[in-house]
């Protein structure tokens, strides 16, 4: 039996988004520690997971890969997502346009948070 795309997208990014939120909790708990330090450990194993199990699941062509890959690791963190493009930039178009990528993202990220704060704070 094939679980259709879409539905093995919903069920992984449902996990990935559970497990985010109990692995933030846990670390905040676990340290005593403020929110930011849970997205850190979040980030940094949801990097660390995307990495391995594209490795393992794209080489095998394995029909779980949309689940995991897009769908748990994408609500997880969007991070893996993003260093793993980064690192495929660097690998293609060299490193002048990967740190363009990285930096960029990252501070219009910010400039655009803080943007949308702004807006959102005027109709409060």
């Known amino acids: ?3 259709p795309p879409f539905l093995a997208v919903a069920t992984g990014g449902a996990l990935g ?6 692995t933030a909790r846990a670390v905040i708990a676990l340290s ?3 929110a930011a330090l849970g997205t850190f450990a979040v980030n940094v194993l949801g990097s660390f997971g995307l990495g391995l199990f594209a490795a393992v ?3 095998r062509q394995s ?5 995991v890959l897009v769908g748990f690791f994408g609500a997880f963190t969007t991070f893996s ?3 793993m493009d980064a690192l495929r930039l660097f690998e293609e178009r060299g490193l002048t346009l990967a ?4 930096f960029g993202s990252v501070a219009l990220a910010l400039l655009v948070f803080l943007a949308g704060a702004a807006l959102g704070r005027s109709f409060a």
């Not at 029909?63 to 689940?67: D, G, I, K, S, T």
């Not at 740190?99 to 990285?102: E, I, K, L, P």
């Open 32 to 34: 005593g520690s403020e």
């Open 17 to 22: 988004a559970l497990a985010r939120w109990w």
């Open 1 to 3: 039996m094939t679980i």
């Open 99 to 102: 740190a363009v990528y990285v």
């Open 57 to 59: 699941l794209l080489e």
């Open 63 to 67: 029909p779980l890969a949309l689940l």
């Open 81 to 83: 997502t993003f260093a």
